[in-house]
Structures are given as C-alpha cells and as structure tokens.
C-alpha cells in the first residue's frame, strides 16, 4: 500500500497540469528572490557611498558598485538554503489542485468536494511549512550532539511530520476535519513510514523541490486506500 502510493505519486508528477504547479513554485520562489536581490541593491546604492576614503589608501571608487556586483554572488548561496522551503510555501498553495488531478485521474467517480477559501489554504499552508521549517531549525541544534542518531533523528521528525501534515491535507478535503484526525490516529504508523519513506529524497537537491506535488499525490492516494481498508 505505502509503496505503491509512493510509486504512483512520482509518476503522478509527470502530469501535465502536475508538473505545471510545481513550476508555478519554483517560478514564484525564483521571482522572490530576484525581488529580494534587487531591494538589497537598493539599499546597497541608498547607505553605500560611491567613493570612500581610508587611511594611508585614499580614495577608493566604485564602491556600491562593486558590492552590488558582489551581492549577486551571495544571493547565489542563500538561494541553495531557501529555495527548497520558499518554493515549497508558493507550491502548498497549490496542493488542492495537484490533489484534484490525481482524484480526476485515478478516482472519477467522487463527488465533488468544497473548495476551500483563500483564507484556509493560506492557513494551512502556512503552519504547515511552518511547523516544518521550526521543527528542523530545532533539530540542526541538536545533530551536532547526537552525530550518530542524527540520521534516523532527521528521518523519524520528518517522516511524521511529513506523513501527518500531507495525509491531513488529503484527508480534509473529502471528511469532517475530526473525521480525518480520527482516521490519521488509527494508521498513525502507515502514515509515519509513509512519511520517512517521502523524506529519503528530501534530502536530494533538486529533487527535493518536487516533494510538495509528490507528497500531495502520494497521500492522495494513501488517504483512498485507507479509507477503503
């Protein structure tokens, strides 16, 4: 069960309108980040004077220039550490419509579903990647002091946090929200391995940026089967 889910999400990335929401992603996280750049220019043109005076040196010129051309390299190396989550909070906002492809496709048969408002996806998006973005800053504090259980620890936090907040999505939108934690809580730990399995290739770059849409597929599926069982 879980790894057919998991090996029909991938292949559900594939889908054309799949594939659109993950590049609508990663479009709006490069878009934010060139945005970011160009204020930080701004800034550097605004508090940097073009020519400064040190001693024994004299002037120097080209000064904001030369920063400004050396911002461009450090925007560089944050976007390898926000990419992955900034892309992944612009693709959560569109996981209902990769969880309606994947229903369309494998499931044509069930009867619609209410949309939910901007209000709720925004909420939920949003403490989704929250809690995963805090819960992992906690973590790197403690790998250094357990090196050796690092892995299972990053693994096992993941994998449940993962498997809880991706299976939750999927399952809020076809039951009552008590009706789907009742459901998480009796498969607690299909959903946990579910969760460390989709965390594997979260730690591959690149790969990592398509997770959003594979996660939200995978536990589309896993959510069926469940509730099916």
Avoid: C
């Avoid at 930080?40 to 051309?69: C, H, K």
């Avoid at 940026?209 to 995978?218: N, Q």
Wanted: glycine fraction near 6%.
């Amino acid at each position: 069960m879980i790894f057919q889910s998991f090996l029909t999400g991938w292949a559900d990335l594939f889908r054309p309108g799949s594939m659109k929401v993950l590049f609508k992603g990663i479009g709006l996280a490069l878009a934010l980040l060139v945005a970011l750049w160009l204020v930080l220019v701004q800034l550097i043109g605004f508090f940097v004077p073009d020519t400064i005076t040190l001693p024994r040196i004299g002037e120097i010129g080209w000064v904001d220039n030369a920063l400004s051309f050396a911002s461009i390299g450090l925007m560089l190396v944050l976007s390898v550490f926000l990419m992955v989550p900034v892309a992944s909070i612009f693709t959560g906002f569109f996981l209902e419509d990769v969880a309606e492809i994947v229903e369309d496709a494998h499931y044509p048969n069930l009867p619609a579903v209410r949309k939910l408002t901007l209000a709720e996806t925004f909420g939920d998006t949003l403490r989704f990647f929250g809690v995963i973005v805090a819960a992992n800053l906690v973590a790197l504090m403690i790998y250094p002091f357990v090196i050796p259980l690092a892995p299972f620890l990053f693994f096992g936090l993941n994998g449940y946090l993962l498997g809880r907040e991706y299976f939750q999505m999927a399952a809020f939108r076809r039951m009552h929200r008590d009706e789907a934690k009742a459901l998480y809580e009796r498969n607690r730990t299909t959903i946990w391995v579910a969760g460390a399995l989709m965390a594997v290739p979260l730690s591959i770059p690149l790969v990592n940026l398509a997770i959003p849409v594979v996660g939200a597929a995978t536990f589309t599926h896993l959510f069926h089967a469940l509730r099916r069982r």
